[in-house]
């Protein structure tokens, strides 16, 4: 299991030697990633021999050559290759520029990237820890979702006395292995997950769609697989390649997903239903293409109401979550859906907003249950495949899933 750790620029950073070995000492492969500043306090070349993995220290290669397609992208397939990243020491600079969205060099742009666990380590002057512009930026980071391990309290490297020295690296490592193990927390589930947006034939070439890439449903597909669930991927056609792992099904129209739910639904403890489902087809369909001669009408007929359907048949225990795409009023018509299908909980997404939702990477929406509303911000499909999961978990197990997050919470404020 890959691990990346970053390192900053404090006096600190001589610790995250020590993080690193620990981390190894639990069976993770660590890498690092070092600032420019960090290397002032430690060289590359200590973690270089502690992981036996390359340092990565800049955006761009620093030996002289000319930067190529590969120093270019590596910050993306570093993001997407580790299942953690903490950033050990995190300055006052570092927090700021991470809550800000900043990305100019390469650890705050493989932040940005990543859609894997953040978690952050701050280590400062007892002054800046308690300033408030650091404390604001850490609530901005921890409505994010970030994991922030607390500073201790003691005689800081100034000749201060406060908060602000790092945690101790055995509570650290603990906080590493804690969110992965809550990152592995649906090994008991079985997840079915509809994608893309189906198409009803009009003719042997021609047919009735909509907008929808399946970004999002194969984001949460994916999601629940690095979490440990079996998940089968019912899929309209996409452009993407299936999450490797799935029991991947292949369809085309709204009366094929609705076969192939019905089949799998049995086996299912969580059902995820993101797929753009065609609400009218054509009554009939022509055997051969229709010429272009002049106006032609199209009479539709409402296709299957698979969400209603399987609302209705689930077995006990059985966990159904809808998706409504909404263009004006978005809140009182995902309401009415949820109390019309029948389902525990609908992902609201507003996509009359833009540059996200539809075709996007990123999106924002809202988790509604007939008793709570939950906001989650724009960001990656990918994180936000985590977060609407995180929601369903608290819906489908609270007691256990409450206790686990009271006890990542007291250990990260220790």
């Known amino acids: ?129 308690e300033h408030p512009a650091t404390q604001a930026n850490l609530e901005v980071l921890r409505q994010r979702g970030a994991t922030i391990v607390a500073p201790e309290s003691g005689h800081l490297a100034c000749g201060m006395l406060g908060e602000g020295r790092l945690a101790k690296i055995e509570d650290l490592v603990r906080t590493v292995l804690d969110v992965l193990h809550r990152r592995h927390d649906m090994a008991s589930e079985t997840v079915l997950v509809t994608a893309g947006g189906t198409r009803e034939a009009i003719d042997p070439v021609r047919y009735i769609g909509n907008r929808s890439s399946g970004k999002m449903g194969y984001a949460l597909a994916e999601a629940a697989l690095f979490r440990g669930a079996r998940v089968i991927l019912i899929s309209a056609p996409t452009r993407l390649d299936p999450p490797s792992g799935c029991k991947f099904i292949s369809i085309t129209s709204a009366a094929e997903m609705r076969q192939a739910v019905l089949k799998h639904l049995p086996e299912a403890t969580l059902v995820m239903k993101a797929a753009a489902v065609a609400d009218y087809r054509p009554r009939l369909r022509a055997e051969q293409k229709i010429k272009r001669t002049g106006p032609i009408t199209i009479e539709l007929e409402p296709t299957e109401d698979i969400l209603a359907e399987i609302s209705n048949l689930r077995k006990p225990g059985t966990l159904v979550i809808g998706f409504a795409a909404e263009t004006e009023r978005p809140l009182e018509h995902a309401r009415d859906k949820l109390a019309r299908k029948g389902v525990d909980a609908i992902v609201l997404n507003d996509v009359a907003r833009p540059h996200i939702g539809f075709d996007s990477d990123r999106n924002a929406v809202t988790f509604l249950t007939s008793t709570s509303s939950q906001e989650l911000p724009e960001m990656p499909k990918r994180m936000l495949a985590d977060r609407i999961l995180d929601e369903a978990l608290r819906l489908h197990r609270p007691s256990q899933v409450m206790a686990e997050m009271n006890a990542v919470s007291i250990l990260a404020n220790r």
């Open 1 to 129: 299991m890959k691990v990346t750790v970053g390192v900053t620029g404090g006096i600190a950073a001589y610790k995250a030697a020590e993080l690193v070995r620990a981390l190894q000492q639990q069976a993770l492969d660590v890498h690092v990633v070092m600032t420019a500043a960090a290397q002032q306090f430690i060289t590359p070349l200590t973690f270089a021999g502690i992981t036996g993995h390359r340092v990565i220290t800049g955006l761009w290669d620093s030996d002289g050559q000319v930067p190529n397609a590969h120093s270019a992208i590596e910050h993306i397939s570093e993001a997407q290759s580790t299942e953690a990243l903490i950033i050990a020491p995190a300055t006052a600079d570092i927090l700021a520029r991470l809550a800000h969205g900043m990305a100019d060099d390469f650890l705050t742009t493989m932040a940005l990237a990543a859609a894997a666990p953040l978690i952050l380590a701050p280590a400062m002057n007892v002054q800046m820890w």
